[in-house]
């Protein structure tokens, strides 16, 4: 006999995977689009059919059936807590090291300076535009800090003739200012939503260093671990094996440790993927690897992107927020711009690494925002509907309008990149 609790995980399970087996096949079938952006718009289509029918037959209920069903998935604890380790584990693999070394101080000062001043950018700029507070905005620019690695990679995938360089200050820069923009977003939680003791700015700064120093900390010991076990053997379904348990148990460790998981992954993941045959490990071998992980990376991505969409059933979207949502589509533009254009100027100026405008637009424009920054929403105590609102706008209109525009952008600046299906 099967309990009660068996049948509903598999009957979520079964859920999830077919929606993201649909839209998979639906964008795949009668479309030429973008995966991410194809999965997002078809389950936004899926979306909009379910209101329809709650419109034209009231009595079934069927939007408060699909939000029940929503519910149960928890969107946030599913990203943040699991999916975003194998993801993010994933899309460091294809980081190549000595394109990373040739372009580190671009890719860290990104990921450092820029991230504070995309913070503080947005959280200046939105209330001018709006009646949201400044802490709250803050928050909020924080949060809209983290582009997405997961889209970004499947952005450039779509365009193999961009430079190797170019492509990997897009793709790490993705990677490492997500995992900072998390820290970030978790040092000011307590001052965005205080109640009781007045957090202090030396307690936030020892969180920060405590969250980034131990999640980097924790990852290279993981790689240094996980690489030794997999070179001591040659048996793909061992690697394999050993590869998962590595992603999951670091990322198991920095939930315990309250340390930044996602800064833990980039570490794992460009050690693990720039591992070169060696001792018992052949090429051969190294391959099936990953291979492995870059089948995770698609199915992940479809399930992912295909539940971003539904979203919209779940967050409380009113007619009179129009002006807010116009406001934060801006801010971010804004935020995101001057954070790219003024690390990057004062890079040019004291180093032998060049960012022409082209790479600084398609910088800006390709910062594309995606799960990371709809989980941490929703996770969001009650209350908070506006940001959440703020949140997926921002979502929408970087997968979808930048999404579908970034690659003729692209093609401008770099005429080699020629777009795939």
Not at 93 to 101: C, P, R, V, W
Not at 135 to 159: E, R, Y
Not at 381 to 394: C, R
Request: proline fraction near 4%.
């Amino acid at each position: 006999m099967h309990g009660p609790a068996q049948s509903s995980l598999l009957d979520l399970a079964t859920l999830v995977v077919g929606v993201a087996t649909l839209c998979f096949y639906i964008v795949r079938r009668f479309t030429r689009l973008p995966l991410a952006v194809g999965l997002v718009l078809t389950s936004l289509a899926l979306a909009g059919a379910v209101l329809g029918l709650d419109r034209l037959l009231p009595g079934l209920e069927v939007r408060a059936g699909v939000r029940a069903a929503l519910a149960g998935i928890d969107f946030s604890g599913f990203v943040l807590g699991g999916i975003l380790s194998f993801l993010i584990f994933a899309a460091a693999m294809e980081i190549s090291l000595s394109t990373l070394k040739q372009r580190w101080k671009s890719v860290a000062v990104l990921a450092t300076l820029g991230v504070a001043l995309s913070t503080l950018v947005f959280g200046l700029t939105l209330p001018l535009l709006s009646t949201l507070g400044l802490a709250a905005a803050l928050l909020l620019g924080a949060m809209q800090s983290a582009t997405d690695p997961v889209s970004v990679n499947a952005l450039l995938k779509t365009l193999p003739g961009i430079p190797d360089s170019f492509k990997v200050k897009l793709a790490a820069e993705s990677l490492l200012n997500d995992g900072v923009a998390v820290v970030v977003f978790a040092t000011l939680l307590p001052f965005a939503l205080a109640t009781g003791a007045e957090p202090s700015i030396g307690g936030a700064l020892l969180l920060f260093l405590r969250q980034a120093g131990g999640g980097l900390a924790l990852g290279g010991v993981a790689a240094l671990l996980a690489s030794w076990l997999i070179r001591s053997v040659d048996d793909a379904a061992l690697s394999i094996l050993l590869s998962l348990l590595a992603v999951l148990a670091a990322y198991a460790l920095s939930l315990h440790l309250d340390v930044s998981g996602p800064l833990a992954m980039v570490v794992l993941g460009i050690t693990l993927g720039n591992q070169r045959p060696g001792g018992a490990l052949s090429a051969a071998g190294r391959a099936q690897l990953r291979h492995f992980w870059e089948m995770v990376d698609v199915v992940m991505n479809a399930v992912l992107f295909s539940l971003m969409g539904l979203q919209v059933l779940v967050i409380d979207f009113q007619p009179a927020q129009v002006g807010f949502i116009l406001a934060a589509i801006a801010a971010s533009l804004l935020a995101r711009f001057l954070s790219v254009a003024l690390p990057l100027w004062l890079l040019n100026r004291i180093s032998n690494e060049t960012s022409s405008l082209g790479g600084i637009l398609v910088l800006t424009w390709g910062g594309l925002r995606g799960g990371i920054l709809l989980a941490l929403a929703l996770a969001l105590p009650s209350g908070q509907n506006l940001l959440k609102v703020g949140a997926y706008a921002i979502v929408l209109f970087t997968l979808i309008v930048q999404g579908l525009t970034v690659d003729w952008l692209i093609r401008r600046v770099f005429p080699e990149a020629v777009a795939k299906p």
